[in-house]
């Protein structure tokens, strides 16, 4: 976890509010997957937080892309080819030409998720006579991927697509997952590969699985006005392991030794992220006492998080060891409220703070997935943060600067 001192550092070199990733702890989480489960693939889900991809490319085996802007930012930063897996219920034309007409050899997996999709797939790897290697995506009950009968259907018609190389199967099921439903996905998941390669004389299927391994947000779960205090970031990482000997038990169970990559985003990304917003205003308002930041609601997502009933990890760092401008002196309960102009921009509720300063910030912790893709950056035209990242090795760089959304909510045509 950044120290007081290193978030301080970064909030006067980058203003507030600002995302702060540790890349320390990033690579000890990844360390943590790779020693637990030595024998899986590690891909990333781009979606949790693209802003990690210099240092994840390095470390990991693939990156999982569901839209045409997440393959741009990884054209961008030359990840190759071979090691993306382009997923998505919609592609398009347009956006699967551009991946076939990139120069050089390779070409990303791509999942197929309807039988539209292989038709048009199809087409473009014939007309350009390139082999595309293809993962058949599995749906979990929703729009996404295909059910048995169709993966089936198109497995008994491969032969009609030699372009396609069907590799095996994609299955992503949810985030936030309990334990017992991971158990059963892999044994069934086993299951049917086995039967798949049985009745259609495969050979063996690769299974690339997002587990939507949990992470731990908050203190707990039915929050009390009496737990003001939020748990320790240390206390929260206590059920990774659990979780990680869970899954590898469920492999073992399964007997699966089949080539396994595992899609992960959240469980990666949210431990190395902080969010540090500035304290601008304190008052008392018929009795209750508010805490006014300089973020807000759009900048931060906490699963299960609804208007701040919920306390995760935050940590009160003083500006000028000492100062306080807030009254009552002693322990109180705050409301904390960010900037924007709506009632629901409430971070949290009966946070106790010991004499809170104007220029105090505030900083939350485990963050570093989704918040940082999932904000709802245009509402009020408010600037969007800066991302900064922070290694022993490399101290601190700047991975975006603040940026201005007011243009983009601009009209363009002359009034
Ligand atoms: C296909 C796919 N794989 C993996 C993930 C990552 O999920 P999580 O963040 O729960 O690990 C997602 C998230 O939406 C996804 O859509």
């Given at each position: ?108 997996e791509?999942s197929l ?20 290697s293809v993962l058949l995506r599995l ?9 048995e009968?169709?993966l089936r259907?198109i497995l008994?018609?491969r ?6 190389r069907i590799t095996g199967l994609q299955f ?16 069934r998941l086993e299951q049917l590969c086995r039967s798949l390669e049985h009745d259609y004389d495969l050979p063996p299927l690769a299974l690339e699985y ?44 399964a007997?699966c030794r089949r080539q396994l990559t ?154």
């Amino acid at each position: 976890m950044l120290t007081d001192k290193l978030c301080q550092v970064a909030a006067e070199a980058y203003g507030t509010p600002v995302y702060l990733f540790d890349l320390d702890r990033l690579q000890q989480q990844v360390e943590l997957i790779r020693q637990q489960l030595p024998q899986a693939r590690l891909c990333f889900a781009v979606k949790a937080n693209p802003f990690l991809l210099p240092v994840l490319s390095r470390w990991l085996d693939r990156f999982e892309l569901c839209s045409p802007g997440e393959w741009s930012i990884t054209q961008q930063l030359k990840l190759p080819q071979d090691k993306l897996v382009i997923s998505g219920v919609y592609k398009s034309e347009a956006d699967l030409t551009a991946i076939f007409d990139q120069p050089g050899d390779c070409l990303p997996e791509i999942s197929l998720e309807s039988g539209e999709q292989l038709a048009l797939l199809n087409q473009l790897a014939r007309r350009r006579q390139r082999k595309v290697s293809v993962l058949l995506r599995l749906s979990s009950g929703n729009q996404f991927g295909l059910d048995e009968a169709d993966l089936r259907d198109i497995l008994a018609r491969r032969q009609a697509c030699p372009y396609l190389r069907i590799t095996g199967l994609q299955f992503y099921s949810g985030t936030q997952k309990h334990s017992r439903k991971i158990i059963a996905e892999v044994a069934r998941l086993e299951q049917l590969c086995r039967s798949l390669e049985h009745d259609y004389d495969l050979p063996p299927l690769a299974l690339e699985y997002g587990p939507g391994l949990a992470v731990r947000y908050f203190s707990d779960s039915s929050r009390s006005a009496d737990t003001a205090e939020p748990a320790a970031p240390d206390d929260l990482d206590k059920s990774d392991l659990v979780q990680l000997q869970v899954l590898r038990e469920a492999l073992t169970q399964a007997g699966c030794r089949r080539q396994l990559t595992l899609e992960m985003g959240r469980f990666l990304a949210a431990a190395c992220g902080s969010y540090l917003t500035q304290i601008v205003d304190l008052k008392t308002t018929r009795a209750d006492h508010y805490c006014i930041v300089d973020g807000g609601i759009h900048h931060l997502a906490y699963y299960g998080q609804m208007l701040g009933m919920k306390l995760p990890p935050v940590r009160l760092i003083k500006a000028v060891p000492g100062a306080a401008d807030a009254r009552p002196p002693a322990p109180a309960d705050w409301t904390v409220c960010g900037a924007l102009c709506t009632v629901n921009d409430v971070l949290l509720r009966c946070l106790r703070l010991t004499r809170p300063a104007r220029g105090d910030w505030l900083c939350f912790d485990r963050c570093g997935a989704y918040s940082v893709t999932e904000g709802l950056s245009l509402f009020l035209s408010r600037n969007l943060p800066a991302v900064a990242s922070y290694s022993t090795a490399n101290g601190w760089q700047c991975l975006r600067p603040a940026t201005a959304i007011w243009p983009l909510n601009q009209p363009q045509a002359p009034v």
